[in-house]
């Protein structure tokens, strides 16, 4: 029951970023927006969930889920409500701040919620089924905009988005524990949780483990931001054929954790996490060395989200694992710069550095030289130090018997 509550929560944030893609310029057209002024409209949602996130995170692990999840989701009910009846920039603006605010409490109770009801091989199982439905959603969110918004308009999509998290704020007051299930006693005091944050952003193990959710989400924010206008002007597309078309390389996130379900119960989490590696260097090539058609435009962009799932549950696994009583202090940080730094870096990408689709190519090249690091830090050093403490042990086991 609880990884369903996971995966409507999850869905909430997942629709609010994605669903209004699809009619993006049709948002420019009649509020008059520039295409950066509409970029932002997305940009800024990512942006105040952020922000948010590292609030709400030291909030759910000292107070719990539930009440967390009662202040965030009337915020977001009431942006989506204030997008839908918005008839200017300014009140759409706002709406898009407060879903970006009120969306951190779902984001971040699916991401923590199995790690404290499950454990051990049903933890793992429950974490790869989360990742499965969310690609899911991620995968028919651009189809539901773009036809949602050709057969109405894109104020039917937000007042659609509107009722659809206000269903979910329903479920969730039905089904969180009202309890606490786990104890964790920290302090609220800014300058105690600035020095949590400060001690995990200097610990390599938790850098090397949020490399692994902020390079595949750096690459897809920035081609996110880039293919709706280049797509659409340059292959003539409605916005129910972007929808349709964007639907095809999301179902990479889908493939990327079954594939993950199926490797990571038999080679482990380092070894799965290096199968995936190579499909960025192959993305980069497509961008780098074939012509932009539509195929490879898609190709390309199917095997980064082929990576971005396959990473999301792991990463989720390796949270819970290094930091179990931080986790919601861990992934709000890890969220948080992850929307901010990310966000702002995939807008100046865009505006200052890809002004072709082979530019591109730098960018997963880069973030796929990152992960090299990433992945040495958590599991060469990790088998060093264990190799070590053996000989260390039996060093000391040789002494004694030699006395």
Known sequence: MMVWVAVLLLSCSQLASQI?????????????????????MITGYFLCLGISQLVVGPLRDKYGDRQVFIIGQSLFVL?????????NVAWFALGRVLQGLGAAAPLLISRTLLGVVYQGKYLQSAINSLAMAASGIAILSPYLGGALGQWSSWQAVAWSLAGYVFLVALIGLKLLPRSKLYQAPISLHPRQLLERYSLLLFA??????????WGPTFIYLTIQLYYPFVL??????????????????????????????????RCGVGKTLALFWPLLLISGSC???LPFTLVTALFGYALVMIVFGGYF????????RLFPSQAGTANALIGAIELLLFTLLAVALNTYFINVPSDIAWLIWAV??????????LFIEQEQASVYCQHLKQTVKIKKRSR
Not at 21 to 38: C, N
Not at 82 to 87: K, Q, T, V, Y
């Open 20 to 40: 209004f893609l699809p009619v993006l310029p049709q948002i420019a057209s009649q509020l008059a927006l520039s295409i950066g002024q509409s970029q932002m």
């Open 79 to 87: 942006g989506c409500v204030l997008c839908a009846m918005a008839n």
């Open 204 to 213: 390599p193990q938790f850098i090397a483990v949020a490399l692994f959710k």
């Open 232 to 265: 659409q002007s340059q292959f003539a597309m409605t916005q129910s054929d972007f929808g349709q078309f964007m639907m095809l390389p999301m179902v990479g996130l889908l493939v990327g954790a079954m594939l993950t379900k199926y490797f990571q119960s």
């Open 287 to 289: 961008f780098l060395i």
């Open 313 to 320: 549950s792991l990463y989720m696994r390796l949270v819970s």
């Open 368 to 377: 796929a030289a990152l992960l090299i690091w990433a992945w040495g830090t």
